[in-house]
């Protein structure tokens, strides 16, 4: 054989090598992806039953505070005075 001949060779298993490696990094790519937006599902779906959790704690905190908690009794009480306020506000501008 004859250089250009080997060059040529030479070149075509290089491009072929890169094809190749083409062809599974774009495989690697669509399964990252498809991970990816599983992994985004997974984590809102967490996220809106972590917020849920939440409001079920703070409606719970504010139940039992009006039960008689003593721990929670000035929290509730502030709250019960912030609406309050609130209220009043919404009135003295619905007298305007």
């Known amino acids: 054989m004859s250089k250009v001949e080997l060059i040529?060779?030479?070149?075509e298993k290089k491009v072929q090598d890169v094809l190749?490696?083409?062809?599974?990094?774009k495989k690697d790519n669509v399964f990252l992806k498809d991970e990816l937006l599983k992994?985004?599902?997974?984590?809102?779906k967490q996220l809106e039953?972590?917020?849920q959790k939440e409001e079920e704690y703070n409606t719970?905190?504010?139940?039992n505070s009006i039960l008689g908690?003593?721990?929670?009794?000035?929290?509730?009480?502030?709250?019960i005075n912030t609406l309050i306020?609130?209220?009043?506000?919404?009135?003295?501008?619905l007298s305007d």
């Open 85 to 93: 306020k609130d209220i009043d506000d919404c009135i003295s501008r």
């Open 60 to 63: 719970l905190k504010f139940a």
């Open 49 to 51: 039953l972590l917020q």
């Open 8 to 11: 040529v060779n030479s070149l």
């Open 69 to 79: 908690s003593n721990e929670s009794k000035r929290e509730t009480k502030l709250k």
């Open 20 to 25: 190749h490696e083409l062809t599974v990094l």
């Open 39 to 44: 992994a985004t599902a997974l984590n809102s």
